[in-house]
């Protein structure tokens, strides 16, 4: 059964403007700024951080909760080893099933999210 489903559109160049260090660690989990961390080339920087954000606003559409019930750290989207994303989260019921897909152009990202369960 389909619990809910999300999608968020982002302007690339909106998270180049503020993205400082306190919005990077309000965004992403622990494990995300690890990546982050380790990507060299500031495009891929903003494309990452823009996706993760997508990502987890889609997310909260789908579970129809607004951040303060839900925090962005609480959830962590990561990519399995042929580049598809995931999510981790103990949000989650055991028996929920989160899909999700991002995709970036030069401008912006978008990701879809559908909860089942």
């Known amino acids: 059964m389909i619990k809910g489903m999300g999608i968020d559109l982002v302007d690339l160049d909106r998270i180049r403007e503020i993205a400082d260090d306190r919005f990077i660690h309000r965004i992403l ?51 399995d080893d042929h580049g598809k994303p995931y999510v981790v989260s103990e949000f989650f019921g055991e028996d929920d099933i989160v899909h999700i897909t991002i995709t970036h152009t030069a401008t912006h990202a978008i990701c879809y999210a559908l909860i089942e369960g």
């Open 29 to 79: 989990s622990k494990d995300e700024y690890k990546i982050y961390e380790n990507i060299a080339d500031e495009t891929t920087k903003i494309t990452f951080l823009g996706g993760r954000f997508a990502a987890k606003e889609a997310i909260f559409k789908a579970i129809s909760k607004g951040e303060g019930t839900a925090y962005y750290t609480d959830f962590s989207v990561l990519s």
